[in-house]
């Protein structure tokens, strides 16, 4: 029996177990160090690209029922409160068969896992890994848990997040630990709300830019919105206590308008943040890692542990940063990305004979992360230049006019197929051939 152990059980590694289920002879054995998943308030996107490998798993009926379609993004200029550019859903759905959906990232896990459960796999919450034995060789790798667990596998997958101890493992392939991964100047600030009763519509998007930061709302199922702020701060390391979050809100999140009249009068964000269930503040940070395989070892995206500052609780899981890479979250693909990894990483896998052949496993698994890099990278800068665009670009007043000008004059059909090498569909083929 040929057996894939899979330490952390985000999206990517929950993806990948599902994927290998289902279309290898591979055993996935999914481990994962938190006792369980909590919801810590974030909320997320899925395009096309992120959303045809699940339907290809046959999880798009109830991806329907925990989300929100999301029927046009709207872009409006803060300082004269002006709509710049609307782009419709239509074109999603005409171009690619799949819509743009939102949902709390939970709900999505809670699927994840549930599904895994009714196919016969077994997520083994509370296991922290604490090591891996590999010899190079045609032996299997030995997986060490804390407690003294140990667990061979012909391949050990990293899904462990930015602070991922199977990344260390790499890291001697690698030129130099942290190699292009870094904070970069911006911190996010969100939250999810309760029911906005008072709200006429609830199935836009909207985000509003031009002055110095970026702020909106997605919408969410039972009239909820997940709403988030993104500016510049300095990252002092983590957030030590609950006056970092709050100090932020009242400086930053006060008197910002916003485009949609909840009630009589004009709304502005602290109305919507004040309506909030759940407020996190999160570092963003962005970049590749040098190397992403190294012997049995590969790694893939998702997980995101860095130290966050929650209204609820301090939190070292669910959120902020990658295993494999790291992605600002100004054009939604981290989870997308995580996805993709998944089927990449499942069709070289897929192509080996078991059990597998040491040199031919190194060879797939280079080809894996060589396969996977270019796209990655060229999804991180053009988040980085969304991200430039909406929070440091709008700050020069003649700079932002002329963006402002630019985009009134692009249509949002035509920006939406200007985005088509992002939101296509990736590597069904290679389902089609599994």
Known sequence: MTRAVIVGAGIAGSTLALLLKRFTNITPLLYEGAPSFKHIGAGLSLA??????????GLLPKLKGISQPVNGINIYSGPDRRLVTHLSNNWYQDLYGYPLISFERASLQDLLVSELRRNG?????????????????????????????????DVVVGADGGGSLLRSLTIPKSSGEGVGVEYTGWTTVYGITKPLDQAPTMDQTRIVGGIGKSYGAWPLLEKRQFWFISLKEPFPGKWPSEASLQ????????GLWFPEHYGDTDTFMGDIIEKSVRTVKVPLMSG?????????????????????FSTNRLADQGLGGEAAHSIVPFQGQGACQAIE????????LHSLSSPFRVGELLSALDHHSATRRP???RVIKGS???????????????????LALAMSRISGERLGKSLEWLHAPQNLQLIKEM
Do not use: M
């Not at 096309?48 to 339907?55: E, R, S």
């Open 48 to 57: 096309p690209n992120g959303l045809a490998p699940l339907d290809q798993l």
């Open 121 to 153: 796999v077994e997520v083994n919450f509370g296991h922290r890994c604490v090591g891996v034995i590999d010899r190079h060789d045609n032996e299997p790798a030995v997986v060490q848990f804390e407690g003294g667990l140990e667990v061979e596998g």
């Open 247 to 254: 100090e932020t809100l009242d400086k930053e999140c006060q």
């Open 288 to 308: 590749y890692w040098d190397a992403t395989n190294y012997g049995r070892v590969v790694l893939i995206g998702d997980g995101k542990r860095i130290h966050i």
């Open 341 to 348: 990894d998944a089927v990449s990483l499942t069709s070289v």
């Open 375 to 377: 796209r990655v990278e």
């Open 384 to 402: 980085i230049f969304a991200g430039k665009i909406s929070v440091d670009f709008s700050k020069n007043v003649i700079a932002r006019k002329l």
